[in-house]
């Protein structure tokens, strides 16, 4: 989900839908083993599919985001590179490798230092938390939908699902005690 947030000025859908299933019983997990969510955003919609199974070769790749726009189609994958195919087919298909370290192919050591020096200079770092939770957001959303069985209206401002108290209701689990859950 960060993928999509990192190429708008938007934060958040303003509405989302899942439908999905589990046919196949493996395991005692609630999550899909087929999922298609719609995030309608203020000026795009995107749209993100999640399947185990009936693979294709449609898209060369199973892990990243593909941006389908009107001169072509770009793959940001996440272990091998980003891929941009032309709509015009007699334009070349542009290719970059992945830069990573090994061996966890996660750039490690460069946040960590991007992150000591933003606490120098005073900014924020380039991997910043609230991507994370605006992201994180986007997949409970998604997942609450599926629950729900329809569309959720989302306010990001104020973190809540618009008109809804069932909804809303799905956004917390009750605490252990004795904790609490902190009041606004």
Same mark, same amino acid.
């Given at each position: 989900?960060?993928?999509? %947030?990192?190429?708008?000025?938007?934060?958040?859908?303003?509405?989302?839908?899942?439908?999905?299933?589990?046919?196949?019983?493996?395991?005692?997990?609630?999550? +899909?083993?087929?999922?298609?969510?719609?995030?309608?955003?203020? #000026?795009?919609?995107?749209?993100? /599919?999640?399947? %185990?199974?009936?693979?294709?070769?449609? /898209? =060369?790749?199973?892990?990243?985001? !593909?941006?389908?726009?009107?001169?072509?189609?770009?793959?940001?994958?996440?272990?091998?590179?980003?891929?941009? !195919?032309?709509?015009?087919?007699?334009?070349?298909?542009?290719?970059?490798? +992945?830069?990573?370290?090994?061996?966890?192919?996660?750039?490690?050591?460069? *946040?960590?230092?991007?992150?000591?020096?933003?606490?120098?200079?005073?900014?924020? +770092?380039?991997?910043?938390?609230?991507?994370?939770?605006? #992201?994180?957001?986007?997949? *409970? %959303?998604?997942? *609450? =939908?599926?629950? %729900?069985?329809?569309?959720?209206?989302?306010?990001?401002?104020?973190? /809540?699902?618009?008109?809804?108290?069932?909804?809303?209701?799905? *956004?917390?689990?009750?605490?252990?005690?004795?904790?609490? !859950? +902190?009041?606004?």
């Amino acid at each position: 989900m960060d993928q999509i %947030l990192w190429w708008t000025e938007e934060k958040y859908p303003r509405k989302v839908y899942s439908t999905g299933d589990r046919p196949i019983k493996r395991d005692s997990t609630d999550a +899909p083993d087929t999922q298609v969510v719609a995030f309608e955003f203020e #000026s795009f919609t995107a749209t993100w /599919e999640h399947r %185990l199974y009936a693979g294709n070769r449609a /898209e =060369s790749t199973n892990i990243g985001c !593909y941006f389908y726009g009107t001169e072509g189609t770009f793959h940001m994958g996440w272990l091998d590179g980003w891929t941009f !195919y032309p709509a015009d087919e007699k334009k070349p298909t542009i290719h970059q490798d +992945p830069k990573l370290d090994q061996p966890d192919d996660q750039n490690i050591p460069e *946040l960590w230092a991007d992150f000591i020096e933003s606490i120098r200079a005073r900014r924020r +770092p380039l991997r910043d938390i609230e991507i994370g939770h605006l #992201s994180t957001n986007m997949s *409970l %959303l998604g997942m *609450l =939908s599926l629950k %729900l069985g329809r569309s959720v209206h989302w306010d990001g401002e104020k973190e /809540e699902i618009i008109g809804d108290p069932e909804a809303n209701r799905l *956004l917390r689990r009750p605490y252990r005690a004795p904790w609490q !859950y +902190p009041k606004a």
